[in-house]
């Protein structure tokens, strides 16, 4: 179960985020709804949210999960490869202080963001990507194993992180598209395939037994459902135009 979510409203400057997706520039009071759609979301599954301040020097600083890993009993703050994210860690080990009572830190050489990082149960799997590096992964993996967690890395060839081409849902099941659905590191798992045309929902959130589902990709949501999960549509049209998934918008422990 989660309890705790940490969000960070979307930045002034939002239409100069990373993208590479060609759906156009993301429409500031749109995201801003749909951001707090997906905060009202989280609250009605139980979650109590803590809602950061927007920080205008960054413009992809709404995709918090980038910056931090929060596991029960601590949290480790990234080292982001994009070079015009990296500052976006500033002032998050005062955040996660009042709720880890440990916090570690990703150091140079290392990069790491935390849409590379997936856990199932008590493993990671960690995506090497254009923005994590070998050195961060190994250093996680470090950090983990002290305390009593393993992890893995999975070489990523096209993906712009872990996470947007898999979900694990729970229950073994594991929501997975393109380069990964044939990956052998995940062939333990029962798939749900996500299908090329709605590549964008494989970045879908199990939270307290309910998934979050990115609205407009049907047959995805079916799929899910048909593997016995109950689904919640939110529409995240603004923030996929800059990349970004249902995960990337929050940190949830
Ligand atoms: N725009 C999100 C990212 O590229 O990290």
Redesign the pocket.
């Known amino acids: 179960m989660f309890t705790r979510a940490i969000v960070r409203l979307p930045s002034g400057n939002l239409k100069e985020?990373?993208?590479s997706s060609d759906l156009g520039i993301p429409e500031y009071e749109v995201a801003l709804s749909q951001h707090a759609e997906y905060i009202s979301s989280l609250k009605k599954l139980g979650i109590d949210v803590t809602i950061l301040q927007a920080n205008d020097l960054y413009p992809?600083s709404v995709?918090i999960e980038?910056v931090a890993i929060c596991d029960r009993e601590f949290a480790v703050i990234t080292r982001p490869g994009?070079p015009t994210?990296r500052g976006e860690t500033e002032g998050m080990k005062e955040v996660l202080d009042d709720f880890f009572s440990h916090t570690e830190v990703i150091t140079s050489p290392g990069t790491l963001?935390g849409?590379d990082v997936m856990k199932v149960n008590d493993h990671y799997y960690i995506g090497i990507s254009a923005?994590t590096n070998h050195n961060g992964a190994d250093q996680l993996i470090r950090i983990l194993n002290k305390y009593g967690l393993t992890g893995e890395k999975v070489i990523l060839e096209k993906l712009?992180h872990l996470k947007t081409g898999i979900s694990y849902l729970e229950n073994g099941y594991m929501l997975v598209s393109g380069e990964l659905a044939e990956c052998p590191q995940f062939s333990k798992y029962r798939k749900i395939i996500v299908d090329t045309h709605e590549s964008y929902a494989a970045n879908s959130i199990w939270i307290n037994g309910v998934i979050l589902v990115p609205e407009g990709f049907p047959d995805t949501r079916r799929k899910i459902e048909k593997s016995g999960f109950e689904t919640l549509t939110i529409n995240t049209s603004e923030f996929r135009k800059?990349?970004?998934g249902l995960s990337?918008l929050s940190l949830r422990f």
């Open positions: 985020g990373l993208s992809d995709f980038d994009a994210r963001e849409g923005r712009l800059l990349d970004g990337c």
